[in-house]
């Protein structure tokens, strides 16, 4: 691998020893994870493989072994790009065209379980990634174990993902450096003439030049009305004088995958359009001076609510300041009204401020550490303010 920045082999196993205590502490006999090609976090955490096409799982038993399981067509694709010695072919796990696969011999989780060490027909299964349980995962678990209880335990890989370790860290601000090239080759490019769509092409080339494994989301470059979409897709549209240009770009290093954003405007920004634009910066920057370890997530949640309130703009929130961020750009845990989980050290998160108006939207977005005192910006690039294009 050379000098590239990753995941050593060993933190993997690590991750496993640890996941095995929680599941013996919930009296668990063993925990299954499922992962998609977009959502391959909890899946890729433990093993290093990213399905393709198809899904993928893993499967730790409370004594600390663990198995990695793909679709039919990912035999020797995850035997060559996973970390665990064990590989098991389940039809459960096959892409979404589902197909029958009849010569195929496939494995089971009858076997899986054996290989781990579990055994018996009353077992206690933990479901990691609920959300990314597809019906077949869960039918054939129920399958091969009808008497077994089938419980959901998202909050283990929460509370092992939450915590970044020095080499996730160094992943994510790998990230940042490659997105401050990405976003300043796009803002050199950007004129009016140019389309959303040739903007992230730009971005994609800084991206993968600069030794990005993959955009950390689906890249975009949004104009006017566009801007008002808390998510959306790039268009063929056109960018002309005048516009607002939202631009959220990302690079995805070994998993990991931090973003950018922050509005470009085509020439002066003056009236209320820039006051709203302001507002949601000023809003972000509240963010910041408020986090820091030992702080109750919920309590940041409505004080930045209360600003939108206090400013007029309560018709205007969407969601609230920051999300978790790592493996997946927008990971838990969200930092909500509701949320009755407090700040710690090393806990990374996307200060991810949005305003939508009936006409335009902004965003204001990058990533934090959080710290004994307060927090760690991973990139300095808002500290440039609102970047108003000569056209």
Not at 230 to 246: F, L, P
């Amino acid at each position: 691998m050379g000098n590239r920045i990753c995941i050593p082999d060993y933190e993997y196993a690590e991750r496993i020893k640890r996941a095995a205590v929680m599941l013996r502490e919930k009296g668990l006999d063993v925990m299954v994870v499922a992962s998609t090609e977009s959502d391959y976090a909890n899946a890729r955490y433990f093993s290093g493989f990213w399905p393709l096409f198809e899904r993928a799982g893993v499967a730790i038993s409370a004594n600390g072994d663990a198995a990695l399981l793909v679709g039919p067509e990912s035999a020797v694709f995850g035997r060559d790009f996973g970390k665990l010695d064990k590989v098991f072919v389940l039809k459960e796990f096959r892409e979404s065209a589902d197909p029958s696969y009849p010569e195929l011999h496939a494995d089971t989780f009858l076997d899986v379980f054996k290989s781990i060490g579990v055994t018996g027909e009353h077992l206690k299964i933990g479901l990691g990634s609920y959300v990314e349980c597809t019906l077949p995962i869960y039918e054939g678990l129920k399958d091969s174990f009808p008497k077994a209880e089938i419980i959901r335990c998202n909050d283990i890989m929460v509370n092992l993902r939450k915590i970044k370790s020095e080499n996730e860290l160094a992943c994510i601000q790998e990230g940042f450096r490659i997105i401050e090239l990405a976003t300043d080759e796009v803002i050199r490019q950007l004129k009016p003439g140019v389309t959303e769509l040739q903007m992230v092409g730009v971005a994609q080339k800084v991206i993968y030049e600069e030794g990005a494994e993959y955009e950390g989301l689906p890249m975009y470059v949004f104009s006017e009305e566009s801007t008002r979409h808390a998510i959306s897709r790039s268009r063929y549209r056109t960018i002309g004088k005048g516009d607002i240009v939202q631009l959220n770009l990302s690079a995805k290093i070994d998993g990991y995958s931090p973003s950018i954003g922050l509005p470009v405007v085509m020439g002066k920004l003056e009236g209320e359009r820039r006051e709203i634009v302001q507002f949601c910066l000023d809003a972000h920057n509240w963010t910041l001076d408020q986090i820091k370890a030992g702080v109750m997530a919920s309590d940041i949640a409505k004080g930045f609510y209360k600003l939108y309130e206090d400013n007029g703009m309560k018709e205007r929130f969407v969601y609230g300041p920051c999300h978790g961020t790592g493996m997946i750009e927008v990971e838990a845990p969200w930092m909500e009204t509701t949320s009755d989980y407090l700040l710690e050290e090393n806990m990374t998160f996307q200060v991810d401020t949005f305003i939508s108006g009936p006409t335009f939207g902004t965003r204001w977005e990058k990533g934090i550490v959080v710290t004994k005192d307060g927090c760690r910006s991973m990139t300095d690039y808002l500290k440039k303010g609102i970047i108003e294009i000569d056209v």
